[in-house]
């Protein structure tokens, strides 16, 4: 069974810095994709980022370009988001999410087969 937890969220001033984690269980990463997702309260969950498993292609969305970076560690099981320039529009749950292979799922459908309980990030002086 596919288990993912996250862990690293918190609270952070403007213009700080977060690293979120993702540790897998019951998987292997090597042939699994992994997606960062958010939902703000109100708001519709929105894509952040996608690392592809063979490849290690990335994805992200506009408002994160630049400042956020994915990564995977598939000797380690792991995976992570470091988050840079922290805006208040960042505060969100943030969910790791994996799918066999491919990011496709994520750039059409905006989502994933698995999911993790999600981190709360909270961007505010």
């Known amino acids: 069974q596919v288990q993912l937890a996250e862990s690293g969220g918190g609270l952070v001033q403007p213009g700080g810095s977060l690293r979120l984690s993702c540790a897998a269980s019951?998987?292997?990463?090597?042939?699994?994709?992994i997606a960062w997702f958010r939902q703000a309260p109100g708001k519709e969950r929105e894509g952040v980022s996608c690392?592809?498993?063979?490849?290690?292609?990335?994805y992200y969305a506009d408002s994160v370009k630049g400042r956020f970076t994915i990564s995977k560690d598939n000797a380690k099981n792991m995976a992570w988001l470091q988050m840079n320039s922290l805006k208040p529009e960042d505060t969100a749950i943030y969910y790791c999410?994996?799918?066999?292979?491919?990011?496709?799922?994520?750039?059409?459908?905006?989502?994933?087969?698995?999911w993790g309980k999600g981190t709360l990030v909270t961007v505010s002086s």
């Open positions: 999410t994996a799918e066999i292979l491919s990011c496709s799922r994520y750039r059409s459908e905006n989502t994933m087969d698995y």
């Open positions: 690392i592809s498993s063979r490849d290690g292609s990335t």
């Open positions: 019951g998987v292997t990463l090597d042939d699994y994709a």
